[in-house]
DNA sequence: CCGACCTAGTTCAACTTTCAAGAAGTGTCC
DNA sequence: GGACACTTCTTGAAAGTTGAACTAGGTCGG
């Protein structure tokens, strides 16, 4: 950061670019998508996409919050939202007094059942449908080592040296 | 869509939960960096990014989201707050007079040049610096494809017969 | 068991985004 | 030139997000 700035390259630039635009063009796409057929943001679909996979259709708020790459506090927010929906309530945790357990409703389950279908499809119709096999091989692996490189790790196991 | 559902294999969920991981991971990250290193989220930098690149540092409003993929109701309230920090200043277009000009101030110009080098540095680590070249060419037709699939079509033109 | 420190989750205020509605200008067709 | 449709941009309210502050409960060394 102290050198003298280190440019991307015209052939970088436009991946960059490329990356911006597909990026956000397929955010959009599916929120409007899911905000239509399902009355929620796309983020809080996938949260009870989570839910209901987990065991016993519950999670703890920050396991959540970590499976969705979101804040503690934009989780709650959502919780509330979602429950006021009636898709998703609130229990405490039994073996922690401190912790709350999200749990999927019969009613949000009804909604995925019915949702799911429709943004599958769009899903395979921006990206799976568009891409070689080849090609998606090569995106999910590429999507991996960003999304390792962007993990947020645990300072103290970096920095071993100040414990 | 009212056929059976067609879901997703293991391995395309597998990728499409990278993707979503490693999008939201990199977001989130270059919000934080800018919004502590330039007093801004990540699309208002690229506002600015933009302008900085047009002719005479200026773009019509419509040209400016169209560049960006946003809304220009969003745009709108984005020049405005980036007006407040003395940015942008906007002028009426000399040729439409339903036209606005957003244009990039000296001093929106010295924000860039006094934090480009650190958000350079900042993506190179996400992405560059940990994809092999190969990798890049590779994301970079990737996302043209999907960018391409994604892009909102003018109806009429699709739709010739309804002319 | 006590104090210091950590973790879980929520809340508040400030900010950003969305959607629908509206003001104002342009283009076209007769 | 006037009706009509369309484009440009803004606005306002509702919804969502952020970051910091806060409450409450857990943990660990002495």
Known sequence: MTSAPNWLSD???RTWRA??????????HLDRQLQRDAGMPHIYY?????????????MRMTE?????KITRSRLSHAVTRLE??????????PSDKRGQLAILT???????????PGHVA????????RLSPVQVDQLGEIMRVMAQGLQPTDA????????
Chains 1, 2 share one sequence.
């Open 64 to 68: 959540l919050a970590k499976n969705s």
């Open 19 to 28: 990356y911006l635009h597909a990026t956000r063009l397929l955010e959009d």
């Open 156 to 163: 103290k196991a970096d920095l071993p040296w100040l414990r």
């Open 84 to 93: 006021k929906n009636g898709w998703v309530r609130r229990e405490d945790c």
């Open 11 to 13: 052939e970088e630039q």
């Open 106 to 116: 019969d009613a949000g389950y009804e909604v995925l059942e019915r949702t799911a």
């Open 122 to 129: 769009a899903v395979r119709q921006a990206m799976f449908d």
């Open 46 to 58: 996938g949260l009870l996409v989570q839910l209901s996979q987990a065991p016993r259709r519950r």
